[in-house]
Structures are given as C-alpha cells and as structure tokens.
C-alpha cells in the first residue's frame, strides 16, 4: 500500500533494472550507447520503435523513471495530455470526462493526471509496465488503482468497466498485431470512447489494424486531429515526428 490506501497489483514479474537488462537489449546495448546510453534518448526518436519486447521497455523506463522522466518531458515542453483532453471535449462533448471512470493505459508517472482532474473524471485507473513509474502515479493521490499490466495482452479487467479509456504516447512499443486496441474496446463500454495517440510516421502501419474494428463494427471514427508537435524543444521530436489524436466511439 502507498500513500492514500492506493495499492499497486504486480501481475507480471519481473525485474525491472538497469543491471539486469533483458538479453535481447544487452545484445543490442553497445550499439544504443553509440547514440546516447540514456533511457531517455533510447525511448523517444526514431530508435524507440526497434524496441518492442515488453521487459525491454518496462526496464527501461523504469530506469527512467527513477531518474529524470517527469523533468525530462516537462523540458520538452510535453503537452500531449492537455492537446489530447481539450480535442477530446472539442469532438465529444465539454462534459465527456465529468464523473466517468477513466481507464489510462500506458500511464507512466501520471502526467494526464492534473488535466483529468481539472476535466471532472470521478475515478481513474492507472495501468503501465512499470512498477516504478506507477508508484509514483500512485503518489499523485489521483488514481484509485494503479496495476502493472503488459499492455500487449489482456489487461485483466472484465468487460465495460470504463466509460472512456485514453491510450496517449504507447503505442509506439506496440505492434498492430497485439491485443492493445482490442483490449481498449473491450474494456470501454458501449457508447463509451476509446482516445489514443498515435505518431505520424507510424500512422500508415496501424491503419489496417484501426480500421478492422470499424469493419467489423466494435467502434466507430468520431475523428482523428490534425498532426501536432508535443515536445517541441526535443531534436528528436520538433516538426519531424508529430502526433495525431484518434477518437473512437464503442459500439459493441
């Protein structure tokens, strides 16, 4: 138990530290340090999406975590969660966040938390790989439950139990394959609204994947924004890598 009586769930396990990197990056480790041995440099710009193995990922924003995430991405001027509720209230409606329960997946520190808040969400659900960076969601005192969940498969809740899950700067460790947008739904009630983010040079890749849930009617495109740069001050990012915001209503 932290904090407010929060409790992290640990369903997977694993040992999230630098030492004791996943033998496919430490493999792979001399070559990232010729770039830059940062978790941080390693998890954004073009090189984050050769990293797709769940413990590579968890362990190295675990690292991040513990050292200099939330000062990292508020020196990059990040503004994702703040774009992202504000065009979500513009499509849907100024009330869409007002006493729901909110799923945020892909949480990491808790960052969307203040705007979730500020936007009236009664109860939120935090879920991430990392065990470190979840406690410090949990720290927060917004979440009522932070679990550590693989975000590639089933992420262990029952059916509908969210009015609106957001998905916000993940699914770049994702493949169109894994179970991520599905779980989304599934996990959304009917009529609720599935958010997510999605970088603009991996648009392409997903399309097929996105649209195989419309053709088969589990949701439906509410609208989609237009590319905006949300870390601004870092080289990686600037106007070569934006961000879109994907809005979906569940239907089934």
Known sequence: HFGSGLQVQRDLSCNMCMRRLPSALRLRWPLVQQRSSSPSSILTG????GIKEANEVGALYTKWGSDTYDDDVHKWGYQLPDLAVKYA????????????????AGAGTGLLGNCLKDAGV???????ISPEMLSKAMRSGFYSCCKVVDLKK???????????????????????????LAELCRVTKVGGHVVFSMRTDLCEKWEGAIQSLADKNIWFHVGTSEGFDYL?????????????????????
């Open 46 to 49: 073009k090189i984050s999406c």
């Open 89 to 104: 209230k513009s499509l849907i409606g100024e009330k869409v966040f007002k006493d729901s329960r909110l799923l945020d």
């Open 122 to 128: 009664e109860e939120a659900t935090a879920i991430d």
């Open 154 to 180: 089933s992420f262990g809740f029952k059916d509908n139990e969210f009015d609106i899950s957001l998905c916000l700067g993940t699914l770049t460790y994702m493949e169109p394959a894994d179970a991520t």
């Open 232 to 252: 601004p001050a870092n080289p990686e990012y600037g106007q070569n890598i934006l961000v879109k915001v994907y809005i979906y209503k569940v239907l089934q």
